[in-house]
């Protein structure tokens, strides 16, 4: 018995070390989101509705319709119990969502060259507030989600 619980907990910490890395990996891809111009391959209305069709999602709880909106890497490496895992703390702590206050869109990957669409938003809550980091493919797949 013992053994099943530290498989399932190292199971768990392999899960969440991913999960780390990508958001890491994703975070410095996305550096200069903010600062950038929106890439020709996307319309700027485009990018945000499909932000917050994904930020409603997320106050929903509906984790696998986020998953789903995702390219085949965020399909395959993350579930929605991990999904729920990780995001259900935030809005246990923040409450009902009020509207989004702040919302910057940008192009993503200085480095690489590759378009992204990408998104910041401000969400208030209740009791307090939660940042999404957004980004979409240029097939306005979900390639990143990041909340803090």
Do not use: H
């Not at 192009?107 to 957004?134: A, C, H, L, P, R």
């Amino acid at each position: 018995m013992q053994r099943m619980e530290k498989g399932k907990i190292a199971q768990g910490k392999k899960k969440g070390i991913f999960l780390l890395t990508l958001c890491v990996a994703w975070i410095l891809v996305l550096t200069g989101c903010g600062g950038s111009k929106l890439s020709e391959e996307f319309e700027e209305e485009s990018v945000k509705e499909r932000a917050m069709e994904t930020v409603g999602y997320f106050n929903e709880r509906d984790y696998q319709a986020i998953i789903d909106m995702g390219n085949e890497e965020m399909r395959n490496g993350i579930t929605a119990e991990d999904f729920r895992a990780a995001s259900d703390p935030y809005l246990d702590k923040c409450g009902e969502f009020k509207e989004i206050s702040k919302t910057v869109v940008g192009n993503t990957d200085q480095k690489t060259g590759e378009n992204y669409g990408g998104v910041v938003m401000v969400g208030k809550y209740e009791s307090g507030q939660i940042q999404f980091t957004i980004a979409f493919n240029e097939q306005m797949e979900l390639v990143q989600f990041i909340i803090r």
